[in-house]
């Protein structure tokens, strides 16, 4: 290993799964000074911004979590019924919040790093890092004259630095009022910015932050309201043209770097599936679309995962998951033995550590059973889960593909 330049092996580094890397720290001394650098780390976030690594909630059983990344799955049916296996990280209850149910936290999720609270806002916030298991509890600002109205986590890399974004609403002289609050996980303190200039009415599937480009972003209003972290600013943006009516479920996620727009809505022929992609903001044509089928089957799917060098997604539906290969115009069902009731969101491995961020942050106990077992972290079980997946009945258009994007040709553009 001497005689390989370091330069080297950076390089090869770099380019492994977050969680590999967190077992390689234990290798030599030199290799964990790498690792936890933080220019290295920098780096390797940037490299996983394509990652199909998923945290996924149980609706019952222990451990409540599990990170599965799904780029070594095969497009393949699973015709004898034996499955493809697949590693997946069991992420257990390591961290004591206070609250009853941990599996009921998670907020939004910005480069491995996920936003946890309770249910009304109010009680608990915190950063949490599933792979290494660090987390910092956040002080509560106060918000007793206010109502939760929407929050977030992104990243500011103009600064270095995450940031959690807390808006609440007030009544006042007959007129709304969206305070803004926005904690540094670099300073460890809350201040107040410029209150939101739109109005922000959310409904309970939307007041989750989606972190792309250094911006958060909510669907409020059959509009895009995004807040700039290094400007502080606010902005709006318009939706692609979606449908007036008919419409189940609408979606706002990051997914490759990329911000997604996808809904499904019933048709007379029955249910239709549209995703759409923003490529640029304050262009005449920000949007184009990325899908566009009918299944059947489907209750309001959502993408969850956008393999580009494979021109594949995968869509979250209740039950488990679809595959669809956009090239071939083909969908798969992806079932997971032993997960039901599931949710996900997109959450690539992360080796940012939360120990030492921010001077007024509080990190979260820990037990006494956990303390004895912090050695064993860096032998972290690797549980070994079943994928089964087979063939999907549905009915497409013949769309034509466009890979400079992973969308499709003759798909509209707005």
Same mark, same amino acid.
């Given at each position: ?6 330069? #080297? ?54 451990? =409540? ?31 004591? #919040? ?20 309770? /249910? ?10 599933? #792979? ?29 630095? /995450?940031?959690?974004? %807390? #808006? ?23 201040? %107040?910015?410029?209150?939101? =200039? ?35 600013? /606010? ?65 309001? =799917? ?71 077992? %912090? ?40």
């Amino acid at each position: 290993m001497s005689d390989i330049p370091s330069q #080297l092996y950076c390089q090869i580094l770099i380019h492994l799964p977050a969680d590999s890397l967190f077992r390689f720290r234990s290798v030599c001394k030199e290799w964990c000074s790498l690792i936890d650098d933080p220019s290295f780390v920098k780096a390797h976030t940037q490299n996983q911004i394509s990652s199909s690594t998923l945290l996924i909630k149980r609706g019952s059983g222990s451990p =409540p979590f599990y990170l599965i990344n799904f780029d070594s799955l095969e497009f393949t049916d699973d015709l004898h019924g034996d499955g493809q296996m697949i590693e997946a990280i069991p992420v257990k209850q390591l961290v004591r #919040l206070d609250v009853p149910r941990i599996r009921s936290l998670p907020v939004n999720s910005c480069n491995g790093l996920v936003l946890i609270s309770t /249910y009304d806002m109010d009680k608990i916030w915190a950063v949490w890092n599933p #792979l290494t298991r660090d987390c910092h509890q956040l002080p509560l600002p106060d918000c007793s004259t206010f109502f939760f109205a929407a929050a977030g986590l992104g990243y500011d890399h103009a600064s270095d630095d /995450y940031k959690v974004v %807390r #808006l609440d609403t007030i009544s006042r002289d007959e007129k709304y009022l969206c305070r803004t609050l926005l904690y540094s996980l670099k300073l460890g303190s809350w201040k %107040r910015i410029m209150d939101c =200039p739109f109005d922000f009415f959310t409904i309970p599937n939307h007041v989750n932050g989606v972190s792309v480009n250094g911006k958060l972003h909510w669907y409020v209003c059959r509009s895009i309201i995004t807040l700039d972290l290094v400007t502080e600013e /606010y902005s709006r943006a318009p939706l692609p043209p979606v449908p007036s009516k008919g419409i189940m479920d609408m979606y706002l996620d990051a997914i490759s770097g990329l911000l997604f727009l996808s809904y499904s809505y019933f048709t007379s022929s029955g249910c239709h599936f549209d995703g759409w992609v923003l490529q640029e903001y304050e262009v005449e044509t920000p949007w184009k679309k990325l899908l566009s089928f009918d299944l059947y089957s489907f209750s309001s =799917p959502k993408l969850v995962s956008y393999m580009k060098n494979k021109k594949q997604v995968i869509l979250q539906r209740e039950g488990g998951f679809i595959w669809v290969d956009i090239e071939s115009n083909s969908v798969k069902q992806i079932r997971v033995d032993g997960l039901s009731g599931i949710s996900s969101q997109v959450c690539p491995g992360s080796l940012y550590r939360l120990d030492d961020r921010g001077s007024n942050s509080k990190p979260v106990s820990t037990s006494t059973g956990v303390k004895r077992k %912090r050695k064993q972290i860096k032998k972290r079980t690797i549980t070994r889960l079943k994928i089964h997946i087979r063939n999907e009945s549905y009915r497409s258009p013949e769309p034509s593909y466009d890979s400079s994007l992973g969308s499709y040709e003759e798909a509209d553009e707005y």
